[in-house]
Every structure is written in structure tokens, then in C-alpha cells.
């Protein structure tokens, strides 16, 4: 099964996420991609939208094999071996100035969500591996949700079985679990990359309404 787009996979993810409507919940959308699912969703659910400011840090010999993951508070690392602490702390500063680049950008007209006692609803628009996505769930968790759903339209089933796994992953909402799976954006029809323009404004114009 294909996507036409993001909008498309947004509007067939908030079917599967009709028991949430109304809750004490937040839609937490990963940047950029998942902004404009993340968007659909929070609208269909009458709940507030937010975004995940957190960044992967890629093993130093394979960049996108995630070892961790940095938010502008916290850090968590997986146990792993013979990586130089010089690398990490590098890292972890660079990071965390794209981070607060990105705060100041997406934060012009609001500010983020409380999340303490909050179901927290983390969509993105596909998942590969997994890593990325738990390291975040796991900085997600040091803000004291009440439970952490991950909600995404297509992702392979042991990327799935390993978040399921997770003691922070109180539910997984996933509508395709494809055999063959080489890339998410294999699963869309339209896949463009979200500007950081597009980002921002999706957030402004949740942020105004009422």
C-alpha cells in the first residue's frame, strides 16, 4: 500500500487514533516530516500540537546509526563500545546549538507544551530502525508523561517489536508493517522533504487557533 503524502497518511493515522480524541493528551510531532501528520492528528483529536526537540547522535564511523539521542536538558546513550567521550561531549554540543537554533525558529508565537501527567502521542511520518525514535521516547519520558503512544504509518515489524519492548511505550499505532522495506519513503507517492519554512508555519497556525 502506498501514500499519496504526508496529508494522506495524517488523515489515515488519526482514524486509528479516534479513541484519544478529547483526551488530556499532546500530539508530539518529530521534525520536519511528522510536523504535517502530527498536525492532522492533534486537529482530528482536538488536542494541543507540539514538537519533539530532540536530535539523534549518529555512531562516529555511521552517522545514521543512532548511540543516543540529545535534548537541549537531557541525554541518554545506548551501552556502547570504544567510542571516545571526546566524540560524545562534541556531539552533544553541536547538537544542542541546532536545537536552540530550532527553539528560537519554532518558537516565535508560543511555547512548548507541559507534558508532565500528559498521554503524549509521538507521531512521525515512517520509521526505519527504531534506535532514533526510542532514544527520544526515552528523553521524552524524563518529562513525566502519563503514557507514551508512537503513532506512524509505516514501519518494518521488528522496528516495531523493539518499541512495543520499550518500558516508556505504553501503545504502538502502526497501519502498515511492510516485508520488504528499504526506506520510508518507498511507502509515498510524494515524499518532498518539509522545509524548515513549511515547519514553522504549520506550528503558527496551530498555535492561533483557537
Known amino acids: 500500500m502506498m501514500f499519496k503524502d504526508r496529508i494522506d497518511a495524517g488523515l489515515q493515522l488519526a482514524q486509528e487514533l479516534k479513541q484519544f480524541k478529547d ?3 499532546v ?3 518529530i521534525p520536519r516530516g511528522g510536523l504535517p501528520l502530527g498536525a492532522i492528528v492533534a486537529r482530528e483529536l482536538n488536542v494541543p500540537l507540539d514538537v519533539v526537540l530532540t536530535k539523534k547522535i549518529g555512531h ?3 552517522k545514521e546509526y ?3 539521542a540529545v535534548s ?3 541525554r541518554i546513550l545506548a551501552p556502547s563500545e570504544g567510542i571516545p567521550s571526546s566524540y560524545i561531549e562534541s556531539e552533544t554540543l553541536r547538537i ?3 536545537l536552540n537554533e530550532r527553539y528560537k525558529q519554532y518558537y516565535k508565537k508560543s511555547k512548548p507544551q507541559d507534558l508532565t501527567d500528559k498521554l ?3 507521531v512521525d511520518d515512517g520509521i526505519a530502525t527504531g534506535n532514533t525514535i526510542l532514544a527520544t521516547v526515552a528523553l521524552v519520558q524524563k518529562k513525566s508523561p502519563k503514557a507514551i503512544v508512537i503513532a506512524t504509518p509505516v514501519a518494518p515489524a521488528d522496528a516495531i517489536q523493539k518499541l512495543e519492548d520499550s518500558p516508556f511505550v505504553s501503545e504502538v499505532i502502526c497501519l502498515q508493517t ?3 522495506f528499504r526506506a520510508i519513503g518507498q511507502f509515498y507517492d510524494d515524499f518532498d522533504p518539509v522545509t524548515d519554512k513549511e515547519a514553522i508555519r504549520i506550528l503558527e497556525e496551530f498555535s492561533v487557533e483557537p
Request: no cysteine.
Open 23 to 25: 483526551k488530556d493528551a
Open 27 to 29: 500530539v508530539l510531532a
Open 60 to 62: 562516529p564511523t555511521n
Open 66 to 68: 543512532a548511540i543516543g
Open 72 to 74: 537541549m536538558e537531557n
Open 96 to 98: 544542542r546549538n541546532l
Open 120 to 122: 503524549v502521542i509521538v
Open 178 to 180: 511492510p516485508y520488504y
